[in-house]
């Protein structure tokens, strides 16, 4: 068993003032790393929440062609601009909402083109939110590297994030 080294108390202080000094410069290396990967954990966070929430509608815009179509077969004749438009069709009762400025086959192709934007959006969307996920990821992990990292990944981190964008050297 390795006995303690005892100092004399001029080295110890000046040791311990040091290791004090190491530890301050090691704090201020790593706190703009860390303020910049838990910037972007809560952006890529908020991001997907967002995200998936657009997905939720775009995948609920079966709606808008179903009323398209209930517009186009029981309206086409009806030239009145009305506010909605309500329907009992087996047993479901429709009550779809209309814009008065425009006749009923103009409001027809505006659910149709929504219809249309939703089913396009979900695969875009999906991507979207496959990449911010694996962002997210990565600056989990980089925040669990910063406080693990010595100084010289430190320094590489530091210019990985930079080579990136996210910070200037």
Do not use: H
Request: aromatic share 10%.
């Amino acid at each position: 068993k390795e006995e303690p080294k005892i100092l004399p108390w001029d080295e110890g202080l000046e040791t311990f003032y040091k290791s004090i000094q190491i530890q301050a410069k090691r704090t201020d290396k790593t706190k703009e790393l860390l303020l910049i990967a838990k910037k972007e954990v809560k952006k890529y966070s908020n991001k997907i929440s967002k995200l998936e929430v657009e997905l939720e509608k775009s995948e609920n815009s079966e709606i808008y062609k179903e009323y398209g179509d209930i517009l186009f077969t029981y309206c086409e004749n009806l030239k009145a601009k009305l506010d909605k438009f309500e329907i009992d069709l087996d047993d479901i009762k429709y009550s779809i909402p209309l814009n008065k400025q425009f006749d009923v086959l103009y409001n027809a192709n505006k659910y149709y083109t929504r219809y249309q934007k939703g089913k396009k959006g979900v695969q875009m969307i999906k991507e979207q939110i496959e990449i911010a996920r694996n962002e997210l990821e990565y600056f989990e992990l980089l925040n669990i590297q910063i406080n693990d990292a010595n100084d010289t990944e430190l320094q590489q981190i530091k210019a990985e994030l930079a080579s990136l964008g996210y910070l200037k050297l």
